[in-house]
């Protein structure tokens, strides 16, 4: 296991932009997998975006493809999500998580799983 932490999280106007970061405290998610996922009100987990431990495969959702992209910033040890063009829709509570192997897909592939951190969107 490992100690993941999501912030970045808050309040935007459709169309607005959002990036959330996972780190480790004291540490650094270097060679880690590393996927978000979503649940918002009433709703089950949602598979985000995710990426290999060597960042350079990515995967998306298709509900988000094309609007967010998740990357790896070096000077901060952390893995972002970026949001662009968010939609009312976006609003949930997201997750980060470590991916122990097999699909990027399956929420079963993940461990670790952050406190979440709330992002909110209105029209």
């Known amino acids: 296991q490992v100690h993941l932490v999501e912030s970045g999280g808050g309040s935007v106007q459709a169309g607005g932009s959002l990036r959330l970061s996972c780190t480790v405290p004291?540490?650094?998610?270097?060679?880690?997998?590393i996927g978000w996922w979503r649940r918002g009100l009433g709703s089950g987990r949602e598979f985000v975006a995710s990426?290999?431990?060597?960042?350079?495969?990515?995967f998306y959702g298709d509900s988000v493809k094309d609007r967010f992209t998740i990357g790896r910033d070096n000077t901060t040890n952390a893995v972002y999500l970026q949001m662009d063009n968010l939609k009312p829709e976006d609003t949930a509570v997201y997750y980060c998580?470590?991916?122990?192997?097999?699909?990027?897909?399956?929420?079963?592939?993940?461990?670790?799983w952050g406190q979440g951190t709330q992002v909110t969107v209105s029209s």
């Open positions: 998580a470590r991916r122990t192997g097999g699909s990027y897909y399956f929420e079963y592939e993940y461990d670790s």
């Open positions: 004291g540490g650094t998610t270097e060679n880690l997998s």
């Open positions: 990426m290999s431990w060597s960042g350079r495969m990515t």
